[in-house]
């Protein structure tokens, strides 16, 4: 048994991208303007897996761009740097996200052939007004299928959301966690709508068409969601954009919930709901909460949020 998991990410930029969604400046999401050279690549594995330890499981991902929209033998070139280190054990698979309507047949025979694992489809949403809206130019129906051919090859498949799109509700958004957990995904993230600059939904946005979500309903949605996740057995590797330099820096950023600990955030009001419950059930404010291993942070709550809004709890390992 690995005693943990370990990724090794390459970021692809959008230039493999024909498309242009609304919110999408991928030059400032991956703080990467080029397609990364091979040797790069290869320079970036050694480096990892240098600091990594020998009994983690790792795996190569290739994340931010859409990986098949690539021609197949540029594709090809990133995944057989891979193969050496697949060969001699040194990692164990590979990953990448692309889009679900660059999937097919032959597309997955061939990923599958080169050691990917997990492909992961960025879904946004599953309601075909919030995906034209969106400018995504596929349609829910792309999903359902590509989620069922990933399935069919026996390739893991994760499903990414983003919330706070064009049109979309808390009740869309949850609707849409139904339905990934629905088509089968294993893994999902979530990604609350940012405002940044150079982007359609940017110009929306100046001209009052567009209001972003606040960071306190983002939390609100993202809690519905991940318990939603939580109760089916979806793995969420992600709550909230990597805060880049870009991002952090503000520069390009113009509004939207972005906010470095978001996941954090998150997970201190699904304990704060949890612990008033507790003392709602026992009816004292004096209770002991049972916290699992690794959640006494978000149990606390970020900047000790939870422990200020209960000051007689006590926590327990
Ligand atoms: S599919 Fe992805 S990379 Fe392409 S424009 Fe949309 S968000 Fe950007």
Redesign the pocket.
């Known amino acids: 048994m690995p005693t943990s998991y370990r990724v090794i990410p390459v970021f692809m930029p ?1 230039l ?6 609304v ?2 400046n ?1 030059y400032v999401i991956s703080g990467q303007q080029k397609l990364p050279d091979i040797h790069e690549v290869v320079e970036l594995i050694e480096r990892n897996l240098s600091t990594m330890p020998s009994d983690a499981h790792k795996r190569v991902a290739f994340f ?3 990986f098949t ?1 690539l021609p197949e033998p540029v594709q090809n070139r990133y995944l057989d740097a891979v193969q050496p280190y697949l060969k001699e054990g040194r990692i164990e698979g590979i990953q990448l996200s692309t ?1 679900p309507d660059y999937i097919d047949d032959h597309i997955l025979q061939n990923l599958k052939n080169k050691g990917v694992t997990l492909v992961e489809l ?1 879904a946004q949403s599953l309601d075909d007004d919030i995906l034209a809206r969106s ?3 596929h349609t829910v129906a792309d999903v359902e299928n590509a989620s069922r051919l990933i399935r069919q090859h026996g390739i893991d498949l994760g499903l990414q959301m983003m919330i706070g799109l064009p049109g979309d509700t808390k009740a869309k958004a949850l609707r849409t966690a139904e339905q990934i957990v629905a088509f089968g995904a294993t893994y999902t993230r979530i990604y609350p709508t940012l405002v940044v600059d150079g982007t359609s939904l940017a110009d929306d946005y100046r001209n009052g068409k567009y209001v972003p979500l606040s960071l306190e309903e983002a939390v609100d949605w993202c809690k519905g969601l991940y318990r939603c996740f939580q109760a089916n057995r979806v793995t969420v590797l992600r709550l909230g954009l990597h805060p880049t330099t870009d991002l952090r820096g503000g520069e390009h950023l113009l509004a939207g919930p972005f906010h470095v600990s978001f996941k954090e955030l998150v997970l201190t009001a699904l304990w704060h709901d949890r612990i008033a419950e507790q003392i709602a059930r026992e009816g004292r404010e004096e209770v002991t909460v049972l916290v699992p291993p690794g959640e006494m942070n978000y149990a606390v709550g970020y900047g000790s949020a939870n422990r200020k809004a209960f000051p007689k709890v006590t926590y327990q390992k």
């Open positions: 959008m493999a991208c024909p498309h242009r969604c919110y999408c991928q931010g761009g859409s929209c889009r960025g400018g995504r130019g």
